[in-house]
């Protein structure tokens, strides 16, 4: 923390790590904070702040778009509907051939054993990220995962499998 003093106003400067876990996943987050505080009645009041967060490396996004892929596919394959409801995007759509499937009837299959998933081999998937949102194209073609990331947080909003 750097803190300057001019007198009956301060600037503080600092950076805060953040770490959530959500589903299982690790997020951790940067941000770069800043605040103005100016002593009134003996007391230091804030008048401003202001955080902008610290872009991750396009490497540290690959890695956590591979991990949220992992643990996609892993969800989908042991049909476990509560970890899929948090790796997904409200409006997730599963696209294969002509057909298109909701997140609601993807869970609701899933829950109903109505729906059986192989899961791939994600050792052959390959992830393009382009700022916010990445790409996983997989098993040689088979699967395109689409994701975004939301407040630190990598959702998944689409997939498209060949048949």
Do not use: C
Not at 86 to 104: H, R, Y
Request: charged letters at 20%; a positive charge.
């Amino acid at each position: 923390i750097k803190i300057q003093q001019y007198g009956d106003t301060a600037i503080l400067a600092f950076r805060l790590v953040s770490t959530t876990e959500t589903g299982g996943s690790k997020q951790v987050a940067n941000n770069l904070n800043s605040g103005t505080f100016v002593k009134r009645n003996g007391k230091w009041q804030v008048v401003s702040w202001q955080s902008t967060r610290v872009p991750r490396t396009e490497e540290e996004s690959k890695r956590e778009v591979s991990d949220a892929d992992a643990a996609f596919h892993q969800a989908l394959a042991s049909a476990d509907v509560s970890k899929l409801t948090t790796l997904t995007d409200s409006t997730f759509i599963w696209t294969q051939g002509t057909s298109q499937m909701s997140l609601k009837q993807l869970l609701d299959d899933l829950g109903a054993g109505r729906l059986k998933y192989a899961k791939p081999e994600t050792a052959k998937s390959s992830v393009s990220v382009y700022g916010d949102a990445a790409v996983v194209r997989g098993d040689a073609g088979r699967y395109t995962l689409t994701f975004i990331n939301q407040g630190g947080t990598w959702k998944a909003v689409a997939m498209h499998t060949a048949n």
